[in-house]
């Protein structure tokens, strides 16, 4: 069984075999979203997911090992897939509150509109999300980019850029989790709840 060559995130296919590799990675995919959205997380199988494409099983052997593996690919999906917007709203942030409100609210926006997690989330048997994936480190490291930026623009407080950085992380993050839960999703309740509790938080912040 011949197995996948890694390929960074975001990285085209080259050739006719790379293209074929990739056209059959993104079958498993887009028939896993449709899965997990219709039976959950924890009613789903690997079998569920093969019968949702035209391919044999070893072909997805060649991919992934399990649907954990699946659906951790779609997350980090979601994520790499987000970051450019959140970095866009972050950098036309002209006051505190844009800041805060343009991170929170992109990012819900776009976690909100995964369809095959929020189904999962809202069935709670869906595990929870990783935070070790090239994807998801490579998203913080932009927004404690975007956090010391903002400090130097006056936005942002003077103090830990990356103690901050790790607080808007974890809000982000177990909101996200709470929010996906409801039928459906109200990513602007949970963009207006974020930023009000992290806006009064940094305000009692000594500064230096």
Request: proline share 7%; hydrophobic share 40%.
């Amino acid at each position: 069984m011949e197995a996948e060559p890694q390929r960074l995130p975001g990285t085209p296919p080259s050739g006719k075999r790379a293209i074929s590799r990739e056209q059959n990675r993104r079958q498993i995919l887009d028939a896993a979203r449709r899965v997990f959205a219709e039976h959950g997380y924890g009613a789903t199988t690997v079998r569920h997911i093969i019968r949702a494409t035209p391919l044999a099983s070893g072909t997805f052997y060649n991919y992934f090992k399990s649907k954990e593996e699946v659906f951790q690919a779609i997350r980090d999906e979601t994520a790499l897939s987000m970051r450019p917007a959140l970095r866009e709203a972050r950098s036309k942030a002209g006051t505190r509150e844009e800041f805060v409100a343009a991170t929170f609210g992109s990012f819900f926006a776009n976690v909100g509109g995964s369809a095959g997690e929020a189904a999962a989330r809202r069935r709670n048997d869906a595990p929870h999300v990783r935070v070790d994936t090239p994807e998801i480190v490579a998203g913080f490291a932009e927004l404690g980019e975007d956090v010391r930026t903002a400090m130097e623009r006056g936005l942002l407080p003077p103090v830990d850029a990356d103690f901050l950085t790790a607080a808007m992380v974890g809000i982000a993050f177990e909101i996200a989790e709470m929010m996906q839960k409801q039928t459906p999703p109200d990513p602007e309740a949970a963009t207006r709840f974020a930023t009000a509790l992290f806006l009064g938080g940094i305000a009692k912040l000594p500064a230096g």
